[in-house]
């Protein structure tokens, strides 16, 4: 199975995550297919806190992935801050 989640990176109390597209076998921060984003909880100003790809998240659900619980939350925030 193929899932939409979050891949942490950044320091040692500054997380970052990046949304990638992974066998659903693979660690959480291991192999991964696709990087279709990112998400910056500590953003801050004018900084960037969420980007994804619309493109590739459509193709990838069209192809079965299924994204985590963190990951639909997230769109679901940004599709009703971007309405």
């Given at each position: 199975?193929?899932?939409?989640?979050?891949?942490?990176g950044?320091?040692?109390?500054?997380?970052?995550?990046?949304?990638?597209?992974?066998?659903?076998?693979?660690?959480?921060?291991?192999?991964?297919?696709?990087?279709?984003?990112f998400?910056?909880?500590?953003?801050?100003?004018?900084?960037?806190?969420?980007?994804?790809?619309?493109?590739?998240?459509?193709?990838?659900?069209?192809?079965?992935?299924?994204?985590?619980?963190?990951?639909?939350r997230?769109?679901?925030?940004?599709?009703?801050?971007a309405?």
């Amino acid at each position: 199975m193929v899932v939409i989640r979050l891949a942490r990176g950044g320091a040692k109390k500054r997380p970052f995550y990046n949304m990638v597209v992974a066998d659903a076998r693979a660690r959480r921060d291991g192999r991964f297919i696709e990087r279709i984003g990112f998400y910056n909880p500590l953003a801050a100003g004018q900084e960037q806190g969420l980007y994804v790809a619309a493109d590739r998240l459509s193709y990838w659900q069209q192809q079965g992935a299924q994204p985590s619980s963190t990951v639909a939350r997230l769109l679901k925030q940004s599709a009703k801050a971007a309405a």
